[in-house]
């Protein structure tokens, strides 16, 4: 008993770990998608193809354009459509 324990910070050292966090998140949202095909939607969602297909693809809100013959989603609008659709699915 009766220890002290000093600590000594660096302030730069600090602020350089901060920054290189900033950076690394800045380029997370820079390679971020703005679609989503079913493959994106799978991985972003950890939900099979089916389980996609089933209980959400053709719920009427849900967010999805034909292109040729993909089917695109808007990323943002796909996020939101999700979490509202979670939300609903808890309340239910």
Known sequence: ?????QLQINNDQIEAMIREELQSRLKQLE???TFWDMNELE???CMSRSFIL??????????KFKI???WLMPARETEEF???????????
């Open 82 to 92: 999700l979490l509202t659709w979670l939300r609903e699915q808890a309340e239910g």
């Open 43 to 45: 991985r972003q969602t």
């Open 54 to 63: 089933d209980r959400l693809f053709y719920h009427p809100d849900f967010p």
């Open 31 to 33: 390679h971020r998608h």
């Open 1 to 5: 008993m009766g220890q002290l324990l």
């Open 68 to 70: 040729g013959q993909k």
